[in-house]
């Protein structure tokens, strides 16, 4: 799955003020962190308000650099998926039910926009049940939803639980354990929806910058 990447970079806007070179490294460092961090909540506040995805998923997407006094570059970095996997958005799994007929199979149940999502998008589905599928919790990694591949011949497989394990008893005791493979459940494509954010950190990020900037002008020659 290709990664898409932007990147804002207060750094280019620099040249572009007068009188720059007469403030302190400080004044202008705090300027550049202060605007990128804004950026990057407003990015976030965004994202939120039309994908169910997590602050963490999204966090983990946009890499802050911010500036030092030594050093007058400050940029965010956004690097996502144009299709997230599925454990990154709104989820609850669904028992399958057990002796009764006509009750869903056991899945994964996802909710991945939120109703002003929905209405921006046209769409009116809310909650989908994914049957079959299942989540891996990953330490340090979130979540993974899984499902398997119907009809593929069962394998060892090379990681997860049953990674190395072999059957105790019976005709193929000694012999690894078979597994079916496994793929990835992808969400639906969000590359609109983090483009439109970015867009709105690059401008709110020079407007934040700019106004810090021209003020520390305005003070230094009052």
């Known amino acids: 799955m290709p990664r898409h990447r932007k990147t804002v970079d207060m750094t280019d806007v620099l040249s572009h003020i007068k009188d720059i070179k007469t403030l302190a490294p400080s004044r202008i460092k705090d300027a550049l962190n202060r605007s ?9 506040k965004e994202i939120k308000e039309v994908v169910n995805i997590k602050v963490a998923s999204i966090k983990s997407r946009i890499k802050t ?10 940029k965010l970095t956004m690097k996502y998926k144009k299709h997230p996997n599925l454990g990154s958005f709104k989820f609850s799994v669904v028992s399958p039910a057990k002796g009764r007929k006509k009750m869903p199979k056991g899945g994964v149940k996802s909710r991945a926009w939120t109703n002003k999502g929905r209405r921006q998008k046209r769409n009116s589905t ?15 990694a979130g979540n993974i939803v899984l499902s398997r591949v119907k009809g593929a011949g069962k394998v060892a497989p090379s990681k997860g639980s049953y990674a190395g394990k072999r059957i105790k008893v019976g005709p193929r005791a000694g012999q690894p354990v078979l597994r079916q493979p496994l793929k990835p459940i992808f969400g639906p494509e969000v590359k609109t929806e983090f483009e439109g954010a970015f867009f709105l950190m690059s401008i709110r990020g020079e407007q934040i910058f700019k106004a810090r900037i021209l003020n520390s002008l305005m003070n230094k020659r009052s």
């Open 65 to 74: 650099t911010l500036a030092t006094s030594s050093n007058r570059s400050a």
């Open 36 to 44: 990128i961090i804004a950026s990057r909540t407003l990015g976030i």
């Open 126 to 140: 809310g909650a989908i049940l994914h049957k079959g599928t299942f989540v891996w919790k990953r330490a340090g």
